[in-house]
């Protein structure tokens, strides 16, 4: 028979040990016990994270629950999952494409894929947002021949670009948009024209001239 806790302490204390005798006894029921007792605490701190979350989720209006799900979509397509499917929203790459453009400003070069979506943008397999590290003019500068047309919820863009700065970028990238979308149809001609979208930037910066510390400017004149 097992002998219970009280029995045991009863037995053991008609035991005379010696006073320097290090032997203790190490609770480790308690210690279970104790371990147990904490995972359940944050299961039920878990489980009212949760409630919580689900409650304030419908007393918020739909606008912003609305934004939530988008931001939680954009969570879950990062990485290597947002290549995979960029991939598969390309099959063949971009040259297999039907709306392809190239659009250049400074020394960047950027090619453009239109297909029917909901007005995201990818640029080199990363979220736009993320790859311009969420500068609003450079952002808006993708969006502004669709927004001319009123087509900026009608199409997902796809991007590979190199070269230049994110600048630069941005504007090739907004000069490829506008030229994809006159193969969709010829009479978006007249808006994107009158906007000067379908206008090549040649500007670059002129080059370094020997004797010179830039372009232009000249050393100091010392008279003596």
Not at 12 to 28: F, G, I, V
Not at 173 to 182: E, K
Not at 189 to 206: F, M, N
Request: charged fraction near 25%; include cysteine.
């Amino acid at each position: 028979m097992a002998l219970s806790v009280s029995s045991l302490a009863a037995a053991l204390s008609h035991l005379s040990l010696p006073s320097t005798s290090t032997y203790k006894l190490h609770p480790a029921p308690l210690l279970r016990l104790r371990s147990t007792s904490r995972r359940a605490a944050s299961l039920a701190l878990r489980a009212s994270a949760a409630e919580a979350a689900e409650l304030s989720e419908a007393d918020l209006p739909a606008e912003e629950v609305v934004a939530i799900e988008e931001e939680a979509e954009e969570d879950a397509l990062s990485g290597i999952a947002l290549r995979k499917y960029v991939k598969q929203r390309l099959p063949g790459g971009f040259a297999a494409q039907r709306i392809t453009a190239t659009g250049r400003r400074k020394t960047a070069i950027a090619r453009v894929v239109l297909q029917e979506g909901t007005g995201k943008v990818f640029i080199n397999f990363r979220d736009a947002k993320e790859y311009l590290q969420g500068n609003p003019m450079w952002m808006e500068y993708c969006k502004v021949p669709l927004m001319t047309l009123g087509f900026e919820n009608n199409y997902d863009v796809f991007v590979k670009v190199h070269g230049g700065g994110l600048s630069g970028q941005a504007q090739a990238i907004c000069l490829g948009v506008a030229r994809a979308l006159l193969k969709i149809s010829n009479a978006n001609r007249v808006p994107l024209k009158s906007e000067g979208l379908l206008t090549r930037d040649t500007r670059i910066v002129e080059r370094k001239k020997a004797g010179l510390k830039k372009a232009r400017k000249r050393p100091q004149f010392s008279k003596r």
